[in-house]
């Protein structure tokens, strides 16, 4: 399947687990900025520590280090033929630098899943999410638990709460969401390609509406 995938939605609706399992169906590599930053800051690079700052207050990290460590991550091979974006573009200034870079491959976003749930759903799933520290795998202690607590199904490694999935900072995570990243709804529906989808329904469900968006995508 060839074809750019851009997941919109508030944090903690479900676009990581989401895109995760579309990236296994479809073959098409999941590009996570927020997954990008943490890793950068796991090697304690001056991007992963300028990015901190901004993320254990809930705040975005500024337009012009996102866009080019995305842009970074799209020129490679593997993202050549199309990928499932998470978390990026989140300001309308990102949104048209993506339209810009996918244009230099004689390429564009093709459809736009939004995928929303109330703002008590959102809550409950950040603060009970846990985060893999090998490779960003995403578990729930209630709604997708691992098989052992506190241990990563896939890879072993240890669960650990994100700073940034305490109440506080989640409050403040859904307020920027809705000033500077929900914009993007209209800018996308106005484009033709967005497709609703509703986010507070079992992950198999959610699945099963997002794989029906991307074969109308395919097939018009
Ligand atoms: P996002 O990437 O949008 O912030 P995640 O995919 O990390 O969201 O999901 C947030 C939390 O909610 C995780 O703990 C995840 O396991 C859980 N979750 C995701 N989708 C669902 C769902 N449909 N129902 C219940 N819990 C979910
Ligand atoms: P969530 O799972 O809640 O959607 P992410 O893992 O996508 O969270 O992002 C975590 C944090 O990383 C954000 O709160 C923000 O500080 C930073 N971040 C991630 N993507 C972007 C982006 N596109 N623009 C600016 N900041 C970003």
Do not use: W
């Amino acid at each position: 399947m060839a074809m750019y995938i851009v997941l919109l939605g508030p944090p903690g609706v479900g676009k990581g687990t989401q895109a995760k399992i579309l990236a296994q169906k479809t073959g098409l590599p999941h590009v996570s900025s927020g997954d990008l930053f943490r890793e950068h800051l796991k090697n304690q690079t001056d991007l992963g520590r300028l990015a901190q700052s901004y993320m254990s207050k809930g705040e975005l990290v500024p337009d012009d280090v996102t866009i080019a460590m995305v842009r970074d991550r799209l020129s490679r091979p593997d993202c050549e033929s199309g990928a499932i974006l998470d978390g990026f573009p989140r300001t309308p200034v990102q949104a048209e630098a993506l339209e810009k870079m996918l244009a230099e491959f004689s390429a564009q976003v093709d459809v736009v899943p939004y995928i929303s749930a109330p703002d008590e759903v959102l809550v409950e799933r950040l603060s009970g999410r846990r985060t893999c520290r090998a490779q960003g795998h995403v578990f729930h202690v209630r709604y997708n638990p691992p098989a052992k607590e506190g241990v990563c199904d896939y890879d072993g490694s240890e669960l650990y709460q994100r700073e940034d999935d305490r109440e506080e900072t989640v409050r403040r995570r859904i307020q920027v969401y809705r000033e500077q990243t929900a914009p993007l709804v209209s800018y996308y529906r106005e484009q033709g390609k967005l497709v609703e989808i509703n986010g507070a329904q079992p992950i198999e469900q959610v699945t099963q509406d997002l794989l029906r968006a991307l074969e109308q995508v395919e097939t018009s």
